[in-house]
């Protein structure tokens, strides 16, 4: 092996290079990211600390929300004591106050020394992190709803971004507790997740990050669901039985969504390393919200030629695909169909209608290698079929050296050459020897 082919079968070099894209992408922008109290108390939390220095060292404005729950819980265990909910709502009287107040600076405190950390050989070495909290959130209390006095339990009513943002700008990190301020000097415990939100949307924040307990939102085989919309999210809300915790989170999402927050993302905590594979990898790692859909299937625009070129470029140098230049791929654009994820074509097809035999060929089929899970070959396949329905054709035909297997298994029948449509029929090339699958759509 020649030290290049070494160096291009590098995982870390490629994953480097991939990543690049994003690290100049999230340069100065502003991430709230949000976390439990039980993420303070685990062994992993200084891992997790590491890559919040990381994210910081690479030029990203942070603000970190934490909650105290298991703190609070202890506290007042150790007072034979108790948090009572309600309807899903805490109360907190005088004396769960005090326990609120003592974790919150007891989880500050931790999270303060461990981003403090600078020592030689290890991971925060040369870090420097300063970090800033403060009374930066207004709040008023929940009041009496059905006859419970909820006491000290309060709910966000103004945050001081301007405050905030001077933390950000003098290069610092903002650290906010579950806590908020009264004029009148009072204190109310507040939900982590709605001082996040509220944070993200006072800042206008490119990110909402939520670190969850638990495995995130999925699908009832398993899978990870991982692009909303808020719309769609209001849905699982409420045909799911979730857990409180998540819902606290899913209903921030939201609210930050629909109040100008680009993204939100819900990431498992316990997964070491989430908050780099969801930020500097392409597929990422946990759920996405957005106002729309950052995975879309759409008509090809002339600006896609360079993408779509890039795609088949490999298959063309396989003998897989007919080499397509540059000035044909110009004029043919309107026949293909792109799959766009995050600003990157990854997958495409080509679709030519032969009206007369009412057929269709599906041509030029490709998805990245890296983004072949997730069965974006077969939502493709359904897009074209539709596409040909709503051209006329009733059969969709495909010429292929190697992927025969794959559209047998569709429903594709192998069938002879004179089976074509005479415009194709004259343009075979038999040196080729391409197999001719057709289906019935």
């Given amino acids: 092996m020649t030290e290049t082919e070494h160096k291009a079968g590098d995982p870390f070099i ?24 039980e993420a303070v108390s685990d ?48 109360v907190t009287d005088a004396q769960a106050l005090v326990c609120v107040k003592e974790a919150a600076g007891a989880v500050r405190v931790e999270v303060e020394a461990l ?15 300063r970090v800033v909290s403060g009374n930066f959130v207004t709040a008023r209390p929940i009041g009496v709803r059905d006859g419970i006095d909820y ?104 609210y930050a969504c629909r109040h100008g927050v680009k993204r ?18 392409r597929e990422g790692v946990g759920t996405m919200l957005s106002a729309e859909h950052y995975e879309e299937i759409r008509t090809a625009r002339i600006d896609d030629v360079g993408g779509v070129l890039e795609l088949l470029e490999p298959l063309e140098e396989g003998g897989i695909l007919v080499r397509r230049s540059r000035e044909l791929m110009e004029t043919e654009i309107e026949h293909f169909t792109v799959v766009e994820l995050d600003g990157m074509v990854i997958g495409c097809a080509a679709l030519y209608c032969y009206p007369e035999e009412r057929m269709a060929e599906l041509a030029c089929m490709v998805v990245h290698p890296d983004y072949r899970r997730g069965g974006r070959g077969d939502t493709l396949l359904e897009q074209m079929q539709q596409r040909a329905r709503e051209q006329g054709a ?27 449509p005479m415009g194709k ?17």
């Avoid at 609070?72 to 150790?78: A, K, P, S, V």
């Avoid at 939100?264 to 990898?281: N, P, Q, S, V, Y």
């Avoid at 029929?425 to 759509?441: G, H, T």
């Fill in 115 to 129: 981003l403090s950390l600078g020592v030689a050989n290890s991971p925060m070495a040369g870090s420097k992190i």
């Fill in 425 to 441: 029929r004259q343009l075979y090339n038999y040196q080729r020897n391409s197999k001719v699958f057709i289906k019935d759509i």
């Fill in 14 to 37: 490629a994953w480097f290079r991939g990543s690049s894209p994003y690290i100049h992408a999230h340069r100065g922008r502003t991430f709230v990211i949000t976390f439990g109290g």
């Fill in 264 to 281: 939100i993302h819900l990431l498992e905590r316990r997964m070491d390393g989430a908050l780099l594979k969801e930020l500097f990898t």
């Fill in 151 to 254: 006491c000290h339990t309060g709910q966000v009513r103004r945050v001081d971004s301007l405050a905030i943002e001077k933390v950000l700008g003098s290069g610092a990190i903002a650290l906010i507790p579950p806590l908020g301020y009264s004029p009148t000097g009072e204190v109310f415990n507040l939900t982590a997740t709605d001082v996040a939100g509220s944070v993200a949307v006072a800042l206008s924040a490119d990110k909402l990050i939520s670190l969850v307990e638990g495995p995130g939102l999925r699908k009832p085989g398993g899978a990870l669901l991982t692009n909303l919309i808020p719309r769609e999210l209001e849905s699982l809300l409420q045909q799911s039985d979730l857990p409180e915790e998540l819902i606290q989170h899913l209903h921030s999402a939201i």
């Fill in 43 to 90: 062994h992993g939390f200084s891992d997790l600390i590491h890559d919040i220095a990381l994210l910081h060292g690479l030029g990203i404005r942070l603000v970190l929300v934490h909650g105290a729950r298991p703190q609070i819980e202890e506290r007042l265990g150790l007072r034979g004591a108790e948090m009572r909910v309600i309807n899903g709502l805490r």
């Fill in 394 to 420: 009733d059969k969709l035909f495909v010429l292929t050296t190697q992927a025969a297997h794959w559209f047998r298994e569709r429903g594709f029948v192998s069938l002879p050459v004179e089976s074509l």
